[in-house]
């Protein structure tokens, strides 16, 4: 069953936005079984589309398209699909009806331009849309399968999960089984190294590392015939790697790190306060992502000047003068501090320079100091990230999150 | 000049890795005048390959190929390319000394398998690789350009700038000039009602909007013989849009929304404080990728417990039993005291359930309050979004910068 993601839309061809439905859509085939062979992104134009639309039809069983379903003249992809298909457009009234209840729930009014929205190629059946105004649209032409998604990822991603995964898990007769080693403290050469030998016997269940943002990651797919069987040879894949892993390995169980840290918190009766300057509240921000994670937080400090370090911190005056603000010492006295005054465990405090200004030869952009106190006992840590000021805050939080995960297991 | 690009690899076919490569390369070409018509993902295959080479080389003038270039027997994109132009391989020998010294700087051996590295297609030239040890590739076959580049950003990246753009620069006779106009507080299909009339009457430049969270931007776009044609355009179709778009466009120089309000805060002599439960550090640490934004910036609070509030905010206990912590008056209150233990003359304060736990009927999942107080004069809004927890923090942080960017105007 071999699937093709067709997208619609001139803001991804110029490069304005980021792909991230493809990526989306890939994976949720391939965990059904779909073996994903092409990806192609055309513009609003019709005649490129529907050169598009002929190709895939000779190659491809199941053609998802995404966006172009919009209410304006320039969202033409169903339209096309219907030429392509020798289908005419009808309007759905029950489309229509929902289209009227969405915006007289918002206490809206439906403008007129929305109407194009309710119809759909004659041969073809509406997708719900629980949070849009486009429907989507299934079509079953002879052995083809077309799905219509519009392009939103919060409208295409329920869609998909609700109205799409049903009828695409009904299609393949592989299932695809994985799991996600999720590492941390190791880089990917000398993980290629401690687990080469097992990687290369083995091509199904096939074993894949790949890097994150700070992190290293290994995928591990089988394909085979029942889930079972699947289970089976990934339970067996865990069993070969695990003892050469389990010093880095925080989650195979799709867990993000921040969850793994905030269980970790609530196991050992502990609770965390927060201090951030460069990083601004992202690090809070992440384990707040965590549901239920208000037993152990108990909060959180944006300081970004001196003096609100010393005011809410109480970072000592003469400490900040003597090793400057951004050091392993005023880290700790941050992380301490924070600690004390929310009456927390554990305290973090991050300190660092994001750039683009303010670096200097002795503490250039990118260097920042992470300090934490774990029951009265405090260390620090110094970090020399490159990238630009997001990407070295994004960097910070993820080694916070790393060595705070570390310094948990000790305890 | 019609642009495709071409991008080989398993890995984004099932979704592990984003594709953001073709992203770098759309925009890099769109702005030297390729009009980028075509993107294209095949995985390790040859005959996959073939046919995708097949296809490009019949609409398109400049085919970019990415991914492929690595030392291994699935990495087959030059191999491919030479067989459906019929080219023979060759070692190219300034291409293996580059690599014997790449190998020798960094004290490392080099693997026989680095040795395939050095081929190239007859017809072609080597493009010097300065951070990796696949060289990149150029082929001019009749009217047909060919651009192989080598899958790692920061590879590639290098590769383009110093070696493909000034070969792409002398190709295309046009400019594209666009401009992005960023608005808020209005939907996509309003939007289109109120500027359809100027988007039907213009083909080029051309006007089309598109949706971001929360939000909707307009994006012109004119392609012309000249820059200052193209410049001339785009200052014309500004003059036409902005008595419709002015009461909702924060920007049309790409700046971000939160740009915008840190510098319209510092042209106002204000500075702000930040309380956030739900959101967790999320809106500070957005306001705080903004450089230079100490000057303003006074403190962050992340008061997700009921007592934090109390405690560093001085939310008053009755006032969270009377009304709820999730309510109009406690998000002011929040703003209020923010503003207030911080010195600072605004106060922003988030309050709400972002779930998946802890909704009422009366207070359902996805139900923000956001208060606001500028100059001792204080509001708030409640806001019901859907979608899953970061979803709903996310659209939070939106609106409260919306709507700060609104109250900010007024003063």
């Known amino acids: 069953m071999i699937g093709e993601i067709i997208c619609v839309g001139n803001e991804i061809l110029i490069g304005d936005t980021l792909n991230t439905n493809t990526r989306y859509l890939s994976k949720s085939m391939t965990n059904l079984g779909i073996e994903v062979a092409y990806q192609v992104v055309v513009g609003d134009h019709e005649e490129r589309l529907l050169e598009a639309i002929e190709t895939a039809r000779r190659r491809s069983d199941v053609i998802v398209f995404t966006g172009g379903l919009g209410p304006t003249y320039d969202d033409m992809t169903k339209e096309t699909v219907a030429k392509a298909l020798d289908m005419t457009m009808v309007l759905d009234e029950a489309a229509l009806e929902d289209m009227r209840l969405f915006f007289e729930q918002r206490k809206r009014t439906m403008a007129e331009t929305n109407r194009k929205q309710a119809y759909r190629p004659s041969g073809g059946r509406m997708l719900r849309n629980e949070n849009g105004t486009a429907p989507g649209i299934y079509i079953k032409d002879g052995e083809t399968h077309y799905i219509l998604l519009p392009g ?4 295409l991603m329920p869609m998909f999960e609700k109205e799409v995964a049903p009828i695409l898990e009904t299609l ?4 695809i089984t994985s799991r996600i080693f999720q590492l941390s403290g190791i880089g990917e050469s000398d993980l290629a190294e401690m ?3 097992i990687m290369d016997i083995s091509d199904n269940p096939r074993i894949a590392p790949y890097a994150k943002l700070g992190s290293v990651n290994i995928r591990v797919t089988a394909i085979t015939g029942t889930k079972e069987e699947g289970k089976k040879q990934i339970e067996e894949t865990t069993a070969l790697l695990m003892p050469f892993l389990e010093p880095y ?3 195979y169980e799709d ?3 921040e969850e793994v840290v905030v269980q970790m918190i609530k ?4 609770t965390i306060a927060i201090a951030e300057s460069c990083t601004g509240g992202l690090l809070s921000s992440r384990i707040i992502n965590v549901p239920g994670v208000s037993k152990v937080y108990r909060n959180g400090f944006v300081t ?3 003096g609100s370090k010393e005011t809410w911190l109480k970072v000592p005056h003469a400490l900040m003068v003597k090793e400057g603000a951004v050091s392993e010492a005023v880290a700790i006295a941050m992380a301490e501090g924070v600690a004390k005054v929310s009456d927390a465990s554990i305290g973090v405090g991050i300190t660092g320079i994001a750039g683009p ?3 200097t030869p002795e503490k250039p952009v990118g260097m920042v100091c992470i300090g934490f106190t774990i029951n009265g006992k405090s260390s620090a840590n110094t970090f020399y990230f490159n990238g630009n000021r997001k990407k070295i805050r994004d960097y910070s939080v993820q080694y916070a999150l790393t060595t705070l995960y570390s310094l948990l297991r000790e305890i």
Not at 172 to 175: G, T
Not at 267 to 270: F, L, P, R, T
Request: proline share 7%; net charge neutral.
């Open 267 to 270: 196991e050992k009766n502990q």
């Open 195 to 197: 687990i080469g030998h």
């Open 357 to 359: 200004d303010g670096g």
């Open 152 to 155: 939103p990822p919060k409208e």
């Open 172 to 175: 393949s007769a592989n299932v």
């Open 304 to 306: 970004y000047s001196n």
């Open 249 to 251: 390995c925080y989650s």
């Open 255 to 257: 867990k993000s790190l």
